[in-house]
């Protein structure tokens, strides 16, 4: 019971602390407290389901089984790198007065909300309550990705308010829908307990439950960054302050898939698995080719790491929709890894940004060159990420990509996989050659708008070197998680 | 109340929510829309109401009070307070597509609305509900166009106007399917779109700091 309320609580209470105390510099690492209490929950929590099952609190409003457990150690492990950056990030920002004490305050309790409501979407039994969680990360978010006040930063937080909200609408519509079906369901109402609706999907009209599907998978799916829906994603990821973007790209992104795994277990039940394998694999290829498309030109290296999430998303969703526990076990690994990756990988391009005062990436007029030279450790830290991101050995993106791929010809989907892989090799690429002009080459003369210490700060050095180790030794074994990683696969395949 | 009364009150609440929508296609002026916005809230609390009244629900009829409160009360006069600060730029002057062809749009729209939500209204068991199941098109059709405002406006609070029309729909056909949610999920998802609506609100005064205007053309600089 206490273990499964305090991934929640305890970041209420750190808002609060906050909102009481205010940021400055004995405050400044109770946000990374806050993430080791949460980190710490959700392996007391893992290893609990994992001995004794799935676990019930607050009268069935909260659930706990081998999913949201190993969600919630993704979201502990990409929040702690986040707000072990944070503080260094936030004094560079106040240093070159992009930013106040104020806005660091708010910055704090706004991200401490965000884990809460993350936690709450990835807690809740009901299915209802997930989207309400999720709408409001939209909402607790929309001002960190506005936290600069430029026009620039502003625009992509009314895009990323008005499309997420719009989009998530037709996941409420898609909720009510499937809420309708379940009330008429033969044997007696549902509601809308993922557990109840997963268990009875078979009862379930099917004519009302294919639109409640397509809905829902629409709507979380613009959430998750998936094509059609997912221009917002590249202005928001690449306006928000860098321990944002580094939870919105690791985390956020994948609790949104998180609510499309459960509606597929329900959709699978009632529909047969054709049906959401049809939806998933139709926008995983198209997220891919929109990633491939807008990365090829692209100029600015914070959108590059975005347009890659949505690249790896696409890859997620190939994997459900391939399905079957091989795949699904590949997907949370690949869920977990890319958090890791990109996480540090945007703390690095934050950190270059601070340094160099551009986010283009180097060309004959300037943009970020020769980084290695002037910046070695924190060069390193991103090429190494880089590697990672493009799912080179060791690397858990390896194992998780070779898994996805392997089922998915082992499945039946053999073209589909096939034309996935190409365009990841493109993208793999594509995302080498900006980061050898970024890092690679002759600085450029003079000092340029260098407004902080040459050094790389501790704390970020950290978090960039440790992010990268995890997802090392991910990718040689999954240790004690792999156990996790099949329980939480068997969740959804239904094989309880 | 008898059975033919509640179904002449049912469609009477339900052709207001539609003849509504359209209106906010039809009229330019924001201060016009949003009058329409308010009326459409209050035609949602007397469909919750009449449902209310029909299932003898006193929980409903509280849900039916806070639907006019939320909806007819508290939203709009958001909205007039952001149309307020607002200053010049009180009419939605160049939208994406014109006033004709917008309306021709919403018939093609209630159509399309009609044909996907058969499974829907043919789940409905004869009986009890089966009058309200029958209305579910007209809240999926204020759904549709909703997300038509959304798209083919400039001004940021036409758009605005264009999202919470989507959730009203959506809030009718919730009501219209079954009797609501649940009273959390009902709670948290009035909170969430009030949130929503008030951070819209800071973003377009923002905007106007930054931009001067909030025509949406401005929003150039993002863009690959």
């Given amino acids: 019971m206490i273990t499964l309320l305090a991934p929640i609580i305890v970041p209420v209470l750190g808002a609060l602390g906050y909102v009481v105390a205010g940021w400055r510099r004995s405050t400044a690492w109770v946000s990374a407290g806050s993430a080791v209490l949460v980190l710490a929950t959700a392996i007391a929590t893992a290893l609990d389901v994992a001995r004794s099952g799935p676990r019930t609190a607050i009268a069935g409003l909260l659930r706990v089984d081998a999913l949201s457990a190993f969600m919630l150690i993704v979201i502990g492990a990409v929040a702690l790198l986040a707000t072990i950056a944070t503080p260094a990030f936030l004094r560079a920002e106040i240093t070159a007065g992009r930013a106040t004490a104020r806005t660091a305050t708010r910055h704090s309790v706004l991200v401490q909300l965000f884990l809460a409501a993350m936690a709450l979407a990835v807690l809740a039994a009901n299915l209802g309550v997930v989207w309400v969680a ?54 007696g109402a549902v509601g809308l307990d993922l557990a109840a609706l997963a268990a009875n999907a078979s009862m379930l009209d099917s004519g009302v439950t294919r639109i409640a599907v397509v809905l829902l998978i629409l709507g979380f799916g613009t959430k998750a960054g998936l094509a059609p829906l997912h221009a917002w994603l590249p202005d928001a990821h690449s306006q928000a302050p860098a321990p944002v973007s580094a939870l919105m790209s690791g985390v956020l992104l994948s609790v949104a898939f998180y609510a499309i795994l459960r509606v597929k277990v329900i959709a699978d039940g009632a529909l047969g698995t054709g049906f959401a394998r049809t939806a998933l694999a139709v926008m995983a290829i198209a997220s891919l080719l929109v990633a491939a498309s807008l990365l ?59 340094v160099t005062g551009t ?138 | 109340m008898n059975e033919t009364l509640f179904v002449q009150l049912l469609d009477l609440a339900c052709g207001g929510l539609l003849l509504t929508a359209v209106l906010v296609l039809w009229r330019r002026e924001l201060v016009v829309i949003i009058h329409v916005f308010a009326v459409q809230g209050a035609a949602l609390a007397a469909l919750v109401g009449v449902l209310a009244v029909h299932e003898d629900s006193i929980e409903l009829g509280a849900v039916a009070a806070g639907v006019l409160v939320l909806r007819a009360g508290v939203l709009p006069y958001l909205l007039r307070r952001a149309l307020a600060s607002a200053g010049e730029a009180r009419r939605e002057t160049r939208p994406l597509v014109n006033v004709a062809a917008s309306l021709l749009t919403a018939a093609v729209l209630t159509l399309l609305a009609y044909a996907v939500s058969r499974p829907l209204v043919e789940l409905a068991p004869s009986g009890l509900m089966s009058p309200a199941t029958q209305a579910i098109p007209i809240g999926l059709t204020v759904v549709l166009i909703g997300f038509f405002v959304l798209v083919t406006r400039r001004r940021a609070l036409s758009q605005l106007v264009g999202f919470l029309l989507m959730d009203n729909g959506i809030t009718a056909v919730g009501f219209l399917t079954t009797s609501g949610v649940g009273l959390i999920v009902e709670l948290g998802v009035s909170l969430d779109v009030l949130l929503a609506v008030l951070v819209l609100q800071i973003l377009t005064a923002r905007m106007r700091e930054t931009f001067g205007d909030t025509d949406l053309d401005e929003l150039r600089e993002l863009r690959d």
Wanted: include cysteine.
């Fill in chain 1, 134 to 187: 999720i709408e409001a990360t939209t909402i607790v978010t929309a001002f960190l990705v506005g936290q600069r006040r430029t026009r620039a930063a502003v625009e992509a937080a009314w895009k990323y308010v008005v499309i997420c909200s719009a989009g998530i609408a037709l996941a409420l519509l898609g909720t009510i829908v499937l809420n309708y079906a379940a009330s008429r369901a033969p044997g």
């Fill in chain 1, 296 to 354: 090829l030109a692209q100029r600015d290296y914070k959108r590059m790491l975005a347009y890659s999430s949505i690249e790896h998303l696409g890859l997620v969703a190939l994997g459900a929709a391939i399905g079957g526990p091989l795949a699904l076990a590949a997907v949370l690994l690949h869920i977990l890894g890319h958090g890791l990756a990109k996480g540090v990988l945007f703390l690095g391009a934050g950190r270059i940004l601070q």
């Fill in chain 1, 359 to 496: 986010s283009r990436i180097g060309d004959d007029q300037g943009g970020v060159r020769g980084l290695a030279a002037r910046h070695p450790v924190l060069a390193g830290c991103v090429g190494v990420g880089v590697l990672a991101l493009i799912g080179l050995p060791p690397f858990s993106l390896f194992a998780s990509e070779l898994g996805i791929a392997r089922a998915g010809f082992a499945a039946g989907m053999g073209w589909v996989t096939a034309a996935a892989l190409i365009l990841v090799l493109v993208i793999a690429a594509v995302l080498v050659g900006h980061t050898s002009r970024m890092l690679l080459g002759t600085p450029p003369d003079g000092p340029g708008a260098a407004t902080t210490t040459r050094h790389l700060p501790w704390p970020t050095a950290i978090a960039l070197v440790g992010g990268l180790l995890a997802c090392a030794t991910l990718g040689v074994t999954a240790g004690p998680l792999s156990s996790l990683l099949h329980l939480a696969a068997d969740t959804l395949v239904g094989a309880r």
